[in-house]
């Protein structure tokens, strides 16, 4: 389903540079881990960097001028950075599996005639075999009008002026729309269909306790919308697919909720399926109607790890919201748990919670913060001075950054 191996991010509110892991023609950066977690004080951008993850999103889904005022973004000028001369900018490095060859996409959004636009939309890929060199672009739109070419392999090599394989003229009748969106429905473009497909899988979670206790419409559903307001929907889907690893999963969850002793499924008479919740000390059990803000969100986070057919990519605002401290450092060893040996599936974090930080490697974590400019800079723990080393003896990351040896 792919893995994001690295991204840059130009132009976006107060990120006007940054970047997380390795592009393109980075030689000596790592790429990104499986686990990412963001931090940094309050108003260096970790929310911004959640929204520019929804902002492509959305712009799939929606188009991007749409995309430019969902979520209170307030339109394309409260967007861009101030002051800024050039469009917003994307680029994501991407492999779809270990095997294959790494796809750069790039887009560029900009006004024209008053209205958010796609200046930019390109795809580019290396030979294959080729580690090193140029790589050939094999989708190019400016303004909605460009070329494609079919097929797993081939494109336009413009070092050399070459191009290999089929090729076909694209002119998409609305440039505010991404060039991905309608060849990424066509059959003779499997390199596009997968990445569509991959940001399209994109999770992004604003879980919203009050939403999870509406009563929802019969009905199972794959995946947790981005409030969490399916959660029963979700049990359903989870239950009739595979009944007994549904079970083990309630079970182990179960074990991880802060006074639960037992999680059973109840199938009503219209089929639908609701959860049953027994708290210790009492007899008759509890619906989710009546649960905590804090057991809600633990259990909609330990679901959504579990869950069949994982999502490619989640991004997660600070979880501990609502939780007690002690459960941080188990809910961030659950989440590396859910992630521990497979390829393409990656969660991205932000959070404020030393507990949760403690959990992580140098690796895992990046800091933003803000320059003497006012915009927002980012980088790997691992790159401060001496945090690798206290690591290794010991000293929790979560420790050290509460004690200000950096960030």
Known sequence: MGKILGIQIKNYGSLKDVKMGKLLFDKREKELSNMNAVIGQSGTGKSTLADAFGFLADCLDKGVEVACDLNGRGGFEKIISQNAEDPIYFEIYYRETSNESPITYELSIGMKEGRPIVEKERLRQRRKGQPYGGPMSFLYLEYGKGFAFKGVSGGYDEENNEEVGEKIEVQLVDARQLGIVTLGELREHPRIVKFKNFLKNWYLCYFSPSAAREIPNAGP?????????????????????????????????????????????????????????????????????????????????????????????????????????????????????????TYSKQLFITTHSPFFVNALSPDEVWVLEKDETGFSSLKRASEYDFVQDLCESEIGLGDLWYSDYFG
């Open 221 to 341: 559903q794959k995946y947790l919308n981005r409030l969490g307001n399916n959660v029963n929907n979700v049990a359903q889907y989870f239950y009739r697919e595979d009944p007994k690893t549904f079970l083990k999963v309630l079970q182990s969850i179960q074990t991880k909720l802060p006074g639960i002793e037992e999680i059973k499924p109840v199938k009503l008479v219209n089929g639908q399926l609701v959860l049953e919740f027994l708290e210790k000390g009492f007899k008759e059990p509890f619906y989710s109607q009546k649960m905590s803000d804090g057991t809600l969100k633990l259990f909609a986070y330990y679901l959504l790890l579990h869950a069949r057919d994982a999502r490619p990519l989640i991004f997660i605002e600070e979880p501990e919201n609502g939780l007690y401290h002690k459960y941080l450092a188990d809910l961030a060893v659950q989440m590396k748990e859910s992630i521990k040996g």
